[in-house]
């Protein structure tokens, strides 16, 4: 086998050896001639001082003497040195008394010898004899040639130099044939026998080892070498087993491939029938899923026309004059039909959960006022089961927040429903307060307290499921269909936030909810009482719930009070106590024990609606104003500044009430159910207003045609032509194009009141309304004739 020579290990074992010792042999002779050089440079002053010290006295002497023969002979003398080239010496007179010099030699080293040692160096010694060394003789001056010992210097350090390369040779040849002997005629051999082999050939025999390597790495290589050859030719062995195992299996393979083949042909038949029943079941689902929104669409129009008509008719009666029990019958009637139109709203919010159709609103709103409605609307439902209930909200709690009011209402609204459901004594509490979650965002923590039943914790988990409630017992007892507290889970998951409970059986329950809500830009500031104002001390006799609402406004509002428990309070728990010229109670009891101990105090009575009295019965009852219950912080704000005399004028604050607008409109009523006609039409004219009737919309564009009308009601199903139809085309007649069109229908979906929007009405109003409600959305679009030509259709 043939191996180029650079490539051969012997070579290279020799090339690297000789390259290390040739390099560290030329260090060291480096290091040998820069010694040399230190030395030699050192010698040239040693040697011309010893010859100075040995002129010295003579040279005195001659200067002492003045012999200028003498002097002469001792320069002369001097100059047989080889390093030395002139010489004088030279008397205190500055006399030359003799001098002498002779060439320098000239070589072609001397230009290396002048770089290293310098071309000439000059020395002068002082003369002086030793009887009287103050006396100054003169000196002697010498030049020296350092090239006598700069030659000696570079032939010493050239023959070092060659000797170091000649040994570097000669060690490089040895070794070359050294490794060459031992390393690599060896290992060719080797190699030789390794190439020529064939495991399948040659047998088992194995490679034989160069003589006298047995013991060294050589013969190790070979023994290693032997037994991998060993191994490959069991392995050889194995595999031609295997290969014929797998011919035999490969045979095998194909029977039953060809089997497998069939097996999933008919797989493969099943599994597209299989898919072809799945997309008709799916197509089927689809169908029924859509059959089941309409169906439900449809049939909350359809239920909502009669209760439109059932709570509107019930509500018309409640204005008259009847009869307690009369009265009562009718306001349980009318309290049925709320829960009945609750179960309804609650069964199409579900439904849109559960095929994704929730969207939630992102407007500005007032929470408080939201929580302070949703309260004052279940005040009755508490009342008539004797139960105190009360609201209490942090004072500081931002005025405008954005967020989904009607789904935070519907939230609180089913929350205080269910608590106000399961307590049979004691009281009910609503409580908010936040804390800032960054710069625009707060954390709205809303609590419902009860004392009611309370909740077993093994089954705290499942009353958020839909139709599921604590035990079929609970069921029996209280009714409703479980739907409320899984509405509430699902509402606060979509607003992104918690729904925790906690309860203890017997005891009451805990009902907290965590939204988090973006604060309104820019912030609203809530209304305060000026610095300026003098305000009265206000003594406080009233239920607990009450009074912890109280404190914190008052606090908030720097208003002094005093704090006592209406039902404990006694004639000498009042007596003692400062003067206070304002109080507010809640009994009469508490009433006449404070006009007994202060006969020219105010007092404020604290009410239920349904217990609130004509103000012209206040003063003969001993009160100067009342206060509608659960509390309001607006309606509480407003009666304090009447009462102190302070005129708001800066701010106006939102009243809770409503104010209708004065003037009497010109209504166009279009709706084809006579109930409902009869029903919108006696709320219009309680509230005032003049109303044409109409039954479809053709006959209601004839109408709009001829007749100036200020506002239009109109239902959205009707025969003939649709409320949708009739709007669009409405929009279209000069004076009818910029009318306020109010939409009067039994759909309550969302899409519903967007279709509504779309068609070109100004707003939306969902069957059953209530007059209140009506009221309402009238006046905001209620405009004076002149301006009615003019306002913009907000669609």
Not at 348 to 353: G, M, N, P, R
Request: a negative charge; charged letters at 25%; aromatic letters at 6%.
């Amino acid at each position: 086998m043939n191996i180029r020579f650079s490539d051969r290990l012997s070579y290279k074992q020799a090339r690297n050896t000789v390259i290390l010792a040739f390099l560290l042999g030329m260090t060291l002779s480096i290091a040998q001639i820069s010694i040399d050089y230190l030395n030699e440079k050192q010698s040239i002053d040693s040697q011309v001082k010893a010859i100075i010290d040995i002129t010295h006295n003579p040279a005195s002497r001659i200067a002492y003497n003045i012999d200028s023969e003498l002097a002469q002979e001792l320069v002369t003398g001097l100059l047989e040195s080889p390093i030395i080239i002139s010489a004088e010496i030279v008397d205190n007179t500055r006399t030359t008394l003799a001098f002498a010099q002779r060439e320098k030699t000239d070589s072609s080293y001397r230009e290396i010898s002048d770089l290293l040692f310098g071309r000439s160096r000059e020395y002068r010694e002082h003369l002086q004899v030793l009887h009287d060394p103050e006396e100054e003789l003169g000196y002697l001056h010498l030049e020296v040639d350092t090239f006598a010992i700069g030659s000696a210097f570079l032939r010493r350090a050239g023959f070092t130099l060659f000797s170091g390369f000649v040994r570097t040779l000669v060690l490089s040849i040895i070794l070359l044939v050294l490794f060459y002997f031992m390393l690599t005629k060896p290992l060719v051999k080797l190699i030789e026998s390794i190439s020529r082999r064939n495991p399948e050939r040659d047998g088992p025999s194995p490679i034989p080892c160069p003589t006298g390597h047995e013991a060294d790495e050589i013969g190790v290589l070979v023994a290693a070498t032997n037994e991998h050859v060993s191994s490959i030719r069991a392995n050889l062995k194995r595999r031609l087993a295997a290969e014929e195992q797998l011919q035999e299996h490969l045979s095998k393979l194909e029977t039953v491939v060809e089997q497998r083949t069939a097996d999933l042909s008919r797989a493969n038949r099943q599994l597209v029938s299989s898919n072809a029943q799945l997309d008709k079941a799916r197509s089927e689902a689809e169908s029924m899923a859509h059959a089941r929104s309409v169906f439900l669409a449809n049939m909350s129009h359809e239920i909502r026309t009669p209760i439109n008509g059932v709570l509107g008719m019930i509500s018309l009666a409640l204005e008259g004059d009847l009869p307690d029990k009369q009265r009562l019958q009718l306001e349980t009637a009318y309290s049925s039909a709320t829960i009945l139109t609750q179960l309804l709203n609650d069964i199409l919010d579900l439904t849109k959960f559960d095929s994704g159709n929730m969207v939630l609103e992102e407007i500005d709103f007032d929470l408080r006022a939201c929580l302070e409605q949703s309260t004052r609307l279940l005040s009755e439902n508490a009342a008539q089961k004797s139960l105190y209930l009360s609201i209490d909200i942090d004072p500081a709690l931002p005025e405008r927040l954005v967020g989904d009011p009607v789904r935070v209402h519907q939230l609180a609204s089913n929350l205080l429903s269910n608590a106000i459901k399961f307590t049979e004594q004691g009281e009910v509490q609503v409580c908010a307060g936040f804390t800032y979650a960054a710069a625009d965002r707060i954390r709205v923590t809303l609590e419902v307290n009860d004392t009611g039943i309370g909740i077993d914790h093994s089954v705290l988990s499942d009353i958020l499921k839909p139709f599921t409630q604590a035990d079929t017992a609970t069921t029996r007892k209280y009714g409703g269909t479980g739907l409320g507290l899984s509405l509430c889970q699902r509402l606060t998951d979509a607003m992104e936030g918690t729904l925790e409970i906690d309860s203890t059986p017997g005891q009451g329950s805990t009902f907290r909810v965590v939204l988090p809500l973006k604060l309104s830009q820019p912030v609203v500031a809530p209304p305060a009482f000026p610095d300026d104002i003098a305000v009265e001390p206000i003594l406080c006799l009233c239920h607990h719930g009450l009074m912890d609402s109280l404190e914190k406004h008052l606090s908030h509002w720097n208003i002094p009070h005093l704090s006592l428990g209406g039902e404990g309070a006694t004639r000498s728990t009042v007596m003692g106590k400062q003067r206070y010229p304002l109080a507010i109670v809640e009994s009469d009891e508490s009433a006449a024990l404070i006009r007994a101990q202060e006969p020219g105090i105010r007092i404020v009575r604290a009410a239920l609606q349904r217990d609130l009295v004509a103000e012209s019965e206040l003063k003969p009852l001993g009160y100067d104003a009342q206060l509608t219950l659960p509390l309001q912080r607006n309606e509480l704000f407003q009666l304090l500044a009447d009462l102190m005399g302070y005129r708001i004028s800066e701010a106006p604050i939102e009243s809770v009430g409503i104010e209708r607008n004065t003037q009497s409109l010109e209504v166009l009523l279009v709706e084809d159910n006579e109930t409902n006609q009869r029903v919108a039409e006696a709320m219009l004219e309680h509230l005032g207003h003049r109303v044409t009737l109409c039954g479809n919309g053709k006959r209601a564009l004839e109408l709009s045609r001829v007749r100036a009308f200020d506002l239009i009601l109109m239902d959205c199903n009707m025969p003939i032509m649709d409320g949708y139809e009739t709007t669009r085309r409405m929009r279209q007649i000069n004076g009818v194009r910029n009318l306020p069109i109010i939409a009067l229908t039994a759909n309550a979906l969302s899409e519903d009141r967007q279709k509504c929007l779309d068609a070109g009405m100004s707003d939306y109003i969902s069957k059953p309304f209530r007059k209140e409600e009506l009221a309402r959305t009238i006046d905001k679009w209620a405009r004076q004739p002149s301006e009615t030509a003019t306002a913009s259709s907000p669609a």
